[in-house]
């Protein structure tokens, strides 16, 4: 396509309210037009001598990074940021100069990859992992996609919805699911684009040390979940080869390696990623993810990886959710949070409540007070104080 456009040309609205979004998506339109072939990336140095159709695409690109961090959808943490810089760089040395890891912050078990080597993993998908070598299978396999630079070597009819996508995020600020799975382009790439990273990936995590068998865990805790949730959301990878067969590949490719073990590194794990668990309950709950907190909590192997407080969240699971037999399941999960993490103030609040609405004044005045002594700076303070002098002016 000649740079000014031809008889090809797209009109693009005049630059407005959201002008620049607008203009940004015909950019990507119009790269969309370009015919030439899309190389597969061996060094960071490839990335140096861009065509007109990579170069339209790497400034997409930069934009959203851009946006999104203004935007504060970027999860802040730069010892964590450090962690997954770490990993990445050693899997693909040749890259250093070029990946960049973004911690995006939302709880679905996402991940995606664009063609400027920009690599997101969501923070629900990174707590949900159970170690390290878990956590280099998705970072592996997300490099790979920027490597082989599947984004834009996929070409088919779902590129003009690509860009819908990357416009209506833009517009809104919201990285609604869709949009996210079209932005690293994880919905237009083929089978066997997928698989090519599957191979690439578990190569990769495998050359560097880490148990082969960890693989196959990271689709099986995709499919666990699916199943437990009845749903068929397009999570990380679900619009491809299917989980199980995805799984049942990595421990083909397992049993191949001519020794077993490896390097977990799950001690390493569970210590820098800090406190993402505990995050990531709050987000669950913030966005009403009930499946999510009740799956995770109520299995006996996932529940050690969570603190003790963590019980707190699936009483509010049930106590929200709300259905026959939630209220007796949220106040044994309240009572099972102070028993387990006694300073954790907001369990008193909840189990205070519950007691004023059974009209057991002094069981819930106890706990009120017990909760302002452990948040004396609590927001809802002013309100608790409210209840206690009604509490006190029954009595």
Not at 210 to 219: E, H, I, Q, R, T
Not at 227 to 239: G, N, R, T, V
Not at 301 to 322: K, S, T, V
Not at 335 to 341: D, I, P
Request: charged fraction near 25%.
């Amino acid at each position: 396509m000649r740079r000014d456009g031809g008889d090809r040309r797209l009109h693009c609205a005049s630059p407005g309210r959201a002008g620049g979004v607008l203009i940004l998506a015909c950019a990507l339109l119009l790269g969309g037009c370009q015919s030439s072939a899309v190389r597969t990336l061996n060094h960071a140095d490839d990335t140096r001598q861009l065509s007109e159709y990579e170069s339209r695409r790497w400034y997409a690109a930069e934009e959203l990074d851009r946006h999104w961090r203004n935007k504060g959808l970027i999860y802040s943490d730069g010892a964590l940021g450090d962690y997954l810089q770490g990993i990445a760089v050693a899997l693909y040395p040749e890259f250093g100069g070029t990946l960049k890891l973004r911690v995006l912050d939302s709880p679905d078990l996402n991940a995606f990859a664009l063609p400027n080597g920009s690599v997101y993993l969501n923070l629900g998908l990174i707590a949900r992992m159970e170690n390290e070598a878990q956590l280099a299978t998705i970072v592996a396999h997300e490099v790979s996609h920027f490597k082989f630079q599947h984004s834009l070597k996929q070409r088919h009819a779902t590129e003009g919805a690509v860009v819908a996508g990357w416009a209506v995020t833009l517009l809104t600020g919201i990285p609604l699911s869709g949009q996210l799975l079209a932005l690293g382009a994880m919905s237009g790439y083929s089978q066997d684009a997928e698989r090519e990273a599957d191979r690439e990936g578990f190569a990769r995590m495998v050359a560097h040390g880490y148990d082969p068998g960890s693989a196959a865990a990271v689709f099986d805790i995709m499919r666990a979940e699916a199943e437990a949730l009845d749903s068929d959301e397009p999570w990380l990878y679900a619009s491809h080869p299917k989980l199980t067969e995805r799984m049942q590949t990595m421990q083909s490719l397992a049993v191949q390696q001519p020794s077993a073990g490896g390097r977990r590194e799950s001690a390493r794990f569970l210590r820098e990623t800090g406190d993402l668990r505990s995050v990531l309950l709050d987000r669950y709950l913030i966005g009403q993810k009930y499946k999510q907190l009740i799956h995770v909590l109520e299995n006996a192997e996932i529940r050690p990886r969570y603190p003790g407080h963590a019980d707190f969240y699936l009483g509010e699971a049930y106590r929200q959710r709300a259905e026959e037999g939630d209220g007796a399941r949220a106040l044994a999960a309240y009572h099972k949070a102070v028993g387990l993490a006694p300073d954790f103030a907001p369990s008193y609040r909840a189990l205070a409540l519950i007691r004023m609405q059974n009209d057991e004044r002094p069981e819930a005045r106890r706990l009120f007070k017990r909760y302002l002594e452990l948040a004396p700076e609590a927001i809802d303070r002013k309100y608790i104080e409210m209840y206690l002098q009604r509490i006190e002016g029954e009595s």
